[in-house]
């Protein structure tokens, strides 16, 4: 599943930042997802539940920031909002809509005891 | 002891307290990614140095990538040097078609994992040692999905499409066409057998990603491979500068 391979990475980051600052727990992660990322929300909960088993983030919160998904319309010459790479432009219709944001997958931050 | 709040002296009489005061929040702002993402960046500084070529070629299984491998490195043998990286969860049997047509040819087992990571890109090119100036193709793990998001340090990706697939996997894939720069329509030998609508695919297609580039092609009949090599040719002729 590809939320796994991510959730792994998230983890590595988590690890890391613990261990950097000396934490001796993760009670919490914030994510930001963009809608245009390639990340279903609930399977990416899941995965982050089955990794940090047994880690230091062991039943961490996971809150998820979901950011909205833009493009730039080529016909409109604007930025306009869109739920899915392939959605039509809202303004006229038209699929000349290239996506220039919503594809992020970050770590935020995190609340460490 | 905690030196934010000096709670050493109440440990004992406000537990909870203890517990709250001593958490805090940290700051990351990380990509998900970064660890990959800076390998990539290094196996392009790697292929820079050495002008090499590097296309990262994904696609669903069955596609027929390693077919389309095969006949682009018989066709390209006396007019440049290629190397090849197979990406599969289990076996060498990829790589070894490649060796026997000619190419030198490194295969990744990626086990349960479902893409190559820019990682375990860098390992096989310092393994396969492409000559100055060659043409590296990475054959992905056959997957639309997770190959999409992680940079192996190539030039471009290529996304292979059959006509034995559905013409709407653009629509249906979305994230995977917009990551890469080339279509190959594959297979069209085959397009009098199947129900396969040539422009609506690219219309989906461009959806996805209005810049992205097509070209159709059939490894059997070698109908379009010249299109195709000429565009590596070029890619290779820039990459050399």
Redesign the interface.
Known sequence: ??EM??AE??L??VED?ARR?RASRV?AVR?EIGR?A?VEIEAMRFCFDVVTRGSVADSARLEIEETPGAGWC?RCAATVTID???D?CPRCGG?????TDGT?????????? | MCTTCGCEEHVHEHEHEHEHAHARTVRVEEDILSKNDAYAAENRRWLAARGVFALNLVSSPGAGKTTLLVKTIQALADRLPVAVIEGDQQTSIDAERIRASGAPAIQINTGKGCHLDAHMVGHAMADLAPARGALVMIENVGNLVCPADFDLGEAHKVVILSVTEGEDKPLKYPNMFRASDLMIVHKTDLLPYVSFDVDKCIGYARRANPGIEVLQLSSVSGEGLEPWLAWLERGVEAARL
């Open positions: 599943m590809h391979a991510l990475s998230v590595g980051i930042t600052e009670r994510l245009l390639n080529m899915s790479a392939v039509a699929y000349q809509v290239a996506v992020a997958m970050r770590v935020r931050e995190l609340e460490l005891e």
